[in-house]
């Protein structure tokens, strides 16, 4: 499980992730390499996940994309949103 410190509270929409991954019984490593995903998604949108929409999804690909992240890193991006929308947000 992820710990948290007392000065970063979690999100109620972080929480609820943690739960379900740890629920799915997802190692350590997966947990925050997911966190840091929707982290990352957040502040590139400059709101919470929750309202992006499915043009936003594919701009932030593409941003990936175009500064150099490998093909590796690319698909654990699109397995972290795919896990965030369809387990954690039932979409």
């Given at each position: 499980m992820?710990?948290?410190?007392?000065?970063?509270?979690?999100?109620?929409?972080?929480?609820?992730m943690i739960e379900d991954m740890t629920l799915r019984k997802?190692?350590?490593?997966?947990?925050?390499g997911y966190?840091?995903?929707?982290?990352?998604?957040a502040h590139f949108l400059g709101h919470s996940p929750t309202s992006a929409t499915s043009e936003e999804l594919r701009n932030y690909q593409i941003?990936?994309?175009n500064n150099g992240t490998s093909?590796?890193?690319l698909n654990a991006t699109v397995t972290a949103l795919r896990?965030?929308?369809t387990?954690?947000?039932g979409r």
């Amino acid at each position: 499980m992820i710990s948290t410190s007392a000065s970063t509270p979690n999100s109620p929409l972080r929480q609820r992730m943690i739960e379900d991954m740890t629920l799915r019984k997802l190692a350590p490593k997966t947990q925050s390499g997911y966190i840091r995903v929707i982290k990352n998604l957040a502040h590139f949108l400059g709101h919470s996940p929750t309202s992006a929409t499915s043009e936003e999804l594919r701009n932030y690909q593409i941003h990936l994309t175009n500064n150099g992240t490998s093909r590796i890193s690319l698909n654990a991006t699109v397995t972290a949103l795919r896990f965030l929308y369809t387990v954690t947000l039932g979409r």
